[in-house]
């Protein structure tokens, strides 16, 4: 079983940055995939950016030059830098954990201001 423990989210101007961390914890086989999805009020839950244990990334095109996924495979974390930040960003930020089987962190909050 896997654990997800979020961190980082907030409230940020437009144009801002904003670093999400995500550790995860338990027992699971070293080949994953984790990142983040968001949903935005009265939307559906929708992809931000993965990456994969090799390091393999895939971004939403409305992220890409804005955001950078990363990870850390000897901590089993993964980190979102934001940079950039536009209103359309606010949204609950989920980390998630793929082997497999899927694992989704609580949320954390990110907002931002115009």
């Known amino acids: 079983q896997v654990q997800l423990e979020e961190s980082g989210g907030g409230l940020v101007q437009a144009g801002g940055s904003l670093r999400l961390s995500c550790v995860a914890s338990?027992?699971?086989?070293?080949?994953?995939?984790m990142g983040w999805y968001r949903q935005a009020p009265g939307k559906q839950r929708a992809l931000v950016a993965t990456?994969?244990?090799?390091?393999?990334?895939t971004y939403a095109d409305s992220v890409k030059g804005r955001f950078t996924v990363s990870r850390d495979n000897a901590k089993n974390t993964v980190h979102l830098q934001m940079n950039n930040l536009e209103p359309e960003d606010t949204a609950v930020y989920y980390c998630?954990?793929?082997?497999?089987?899927?694992?989704w962190g609580q949320g954390t909050q990110v907002t931002v201001s115009s």
């Open positions: 990456i994969t244990t090799s390091g393999r990334t």
């Open positions: 338990g027992t699971f086989f070293s080949d994953s995939t």
């Open positions: 998630i954990f793929r082997a497999g089987y899927v694992t």
